[in-house]
T-cell receptor, first 114, second 117 residues
Framework: AQTVTQSQPEMSVQEAETVTLSCTYD???????LFWYKQPPSRQMILVIR??????QNATENRFSVNFQKAAKSFSLKISDSQLGDTAMYFC???????????FGDGTTLTVKP | GAGVSQSPSNKVTEKGKDVELRCDPI?????LYWYRQRLGQGLEFLIY????????KSGLPSDRFSAERTGESVSTLTIQRTQQEDSAVYLC???????????????FGSGTQLSVL
């Protein structure tokens, strides 16, 4: 079974600064996908960024980028130039290419301070 | 519709009553997922549908929980004889496909907040 661990229950960052959220996972699979989702107070989960395990290049979406270390099974999210609207709970998720469901971590609550 | 729609958005019920939660996925999405999120916690997988079939029901916590999907569209999650421990947000998500080779992202609804008194 796959597991996803987010070791930082809460983090805070000053507006315009950079913050990194950690995620590690455990799997015996070689092909899989990793995701970061954002959940603001509205409850709606929103995809932030996606990484295919077979790609060595780290994914980037505007101010969001990942540091994917496949051997270490690590998948951290870096948010640059943090904005107040980034305040939310962030979930790391793993999806095996041969299975339908995604496994989620317990989340990191990020607060961006003005 | 434009997004995944869930109803009701909030449901308060008494212990022992049955509840039905509804999910309308994005049109054309063949895969549909139910997750449970307890307060301040992560997402707990319940069940997923590929079309109208449920290949993986492994997350359903007990036989009080059941789900069905019809017309490869709407899904209903039913909880019988609700208990206080069932109080949580129930999230539904859909994606274009599921299975080998897919990397489709999940698109989520806003969830149903269930409170069992």
């Amino acid at each position: 079974a796959q597991t996803v661990t987010q070791s930082q229950p809460e983090m805070s960052v000053q507006e315009a600064e950079t913050v990194t959220l950690s995620c590690t996972y455990d799997t015996s699979e070689n092909n899989y996908y990793l995701f970061w989702y954002k959940q603001p107070p509205s409850r709606q989960m929103i995809l932030v960024i996606r990484q295919e395990a077979y790609k060595q290049q780290n994914a980037t979406e505007n101010r969001f980028s990942v540091n994917f270390q496949k051997a270490a099974k690590s998948f951290s999210l870096k948010i640059s130039d943090s904005q107040l609207g980034d305040t939310a709970m962030y979930f790391c998720a793993f999806t095996n290419t041969n299975a339908g469901k995604s496994t989620f971590g317990d989340g990191t609550t990020l607060t961006v301070k003005p | 519709g434009a997004g995944v729609s869930q109803s009701p958005s909030n449901k308060v019920t008494e212990k022992g009553k049955d509840v039905e939660l509804r999910c309308d996925p994005i049109s054309g999405h063949t895969a549909l997922y139910w997750y449970r999120q307890r307060l301040g916690q992560g997402l707990e997988f319940l069940i997923y549908f590929q079309g109208n079939s449920a290949p993986d029901k492994s997350g359903l916590p007990s036989d009080r929980f059941s789900a069905e999907r019809t017309g490869e569209s709407v899904s209903t999650l039913t909880i019988q004889r609700t208990q206080q421990e069932d109080s949580a947000v129930y999230l539904c998500a859909s994606s274009l496909g599921s299975g080998i080779g897919t990397n489709e992202k999940l698109l989520f609804g806003s969830g149903t907040q269930l409170s069992v008194l």
